[in-house]
């Protein structure tokens, strides 16, 4: 290892020797630039590896809490290969989302990527993970990813070489829906345990309107269907829906999405609206109502598979179980311990 060591630095004097003095004073420059860029840099808190189906994909912790995936690990998964991919990346502008990461690049995923990405950033992130530079992208555009991916292929606009692509990237979602992009990578990274209890605060406050939101559609009329259709009740399309539903929709729904988010929108409503007020009203429009859009999608796919409300409700219960009220579940484990 020594001997390695000073071969690279007498490489080096070599090098430097047979510079100019023109080309020395521009090395130094990039150097100087390199380090104060460098300097600016998030380094990663924690790391670690998801596993979903048979992908292993590296992820982080930033200190700033930014979860991340490593751009390496999905190119690899999703990306393409090959003069085209990079040719297309450097031609095509994605004006309102950032660059155009290697993974979309792809003449057949264009049209299907500036509606489901609209108003997120792809912009990779560069950070120190250890003693190098590395790259990532924001985890939570990952379903968005392999969303692209799947529709893509529902509207044949694959290659049969891409069909796997997107096989992977169906594997994917269901692993996401299962689980939750976030859980995972708190959990393969070790954040789970560190987490500032503050966060799960912070987490209700983005998901809840600081006001009562214009009335939007929000629920697909396949939910009321496929509800009516698992609870025995005949569905017509202007028929006013069971009292009850509004039960089975908090259970289904707002109980899934974040710990103690039902209640939160219980008390918004008291404290500023009306009982008419659906509580849908109440969702911030940047997290809360796509989260809830997502949220729907993956639930519909999943009544649609079944005949028995029971059976889709242990099903739901196993994949997208409903979240605890106890705050003691936010504990730090290592507080347990010294008591």
């Not at 594997?171 to 503050?198: C, F, K, N, S, V």
Request: glycine residues 8%; contains cysteine; positive net charge.
């Amino acid at each position: 290892m020594e001997k390695e060591i000073k071969g690279r630095a007498k490489g080096g004097e070599i090098k430097n020797a047979l510079m100019t003095p023109e080309e020395r004073k521009e090395q130094s420059k990039k150097m100087v630039l390199a380090k104060k860029k460098r300097a600016l840099l998030p380094n990663s808190a924690y790391r670690g590896e998801m596993k979903i189906g048979d992908m292993t994909i590296p992820c982080c912790v930033l200190e700033d809490g930014r979860r991340l995936i490593s751009e390496r690990s999905i190119t690899g998964i999703l990306g393409t290969t090959g003069g085209k991919s990079y040719r297309l990346r450097e031609s095509v502008a994605l004006d309102s989302v950032g660059p155009m990461p290697l993974f979309l690049a792809s003449k057949a995923l264009q049209p299907f990527i500036g509606e489901t990405f609209y108003g997120m950033d792809l912009s990779v992130v560069e950070y120190i993970d250890g003693n190098k530079i590395s790259s990532g992208y924001e985890a939570k555009i990952l379903p968005k990813v392999c969303e692209v991916w799947l529709r893509a292929k529902e509207e044949n606009a694959l290659q049969t070489s891409q069909l796997v692509k997107a096989k992977k990237a169906e594997i994917l979602m269901r692993g996401l829906a299962h689980i939750g992009i976030i859980a995972l990578i708190d959990e393969a990274t070790g954040y789970q345990y560190e987490r500032p209890r503050r966060e799960l605060e912070e987490q209700l406050e983005r998901f809840i309107s600081e006001s009562l939101r214009r009335w939007v559609s929000t629920f697909p009329p396949d939910y009321f269907k496929h509800l009516c259709r698992l609870r025995g009740v005949t569905f017509r399309p202007d028929m006013k829906l069971p009292q009850y539903f509004g039960t089975l929709t908090n259970n289904i729904v707002y109980k899934r999405l974040a710990p103690g988010l039902l209640k939160r929108l219980k008390e918004k409503r008291n404290e500023f609206g009306k009982s008419s007020n659906k509580l849908h009203s109440w969702l911030s429009l940047d997290t809360g109502f796509p989260e809830v859009l997502f949220h729907l999608g993956a639930v519909v796919d999943k009544m649609k598979r079944h005949t028995s409300y029971d059976d889709f409700e242990k099903e739901l219960n196993e994949t997208m179980p409903i979240y605890p009220e106890d705050p003691g579940l936010f504990d730090d484990p290592k507080d347990w311990a010294e008591r």
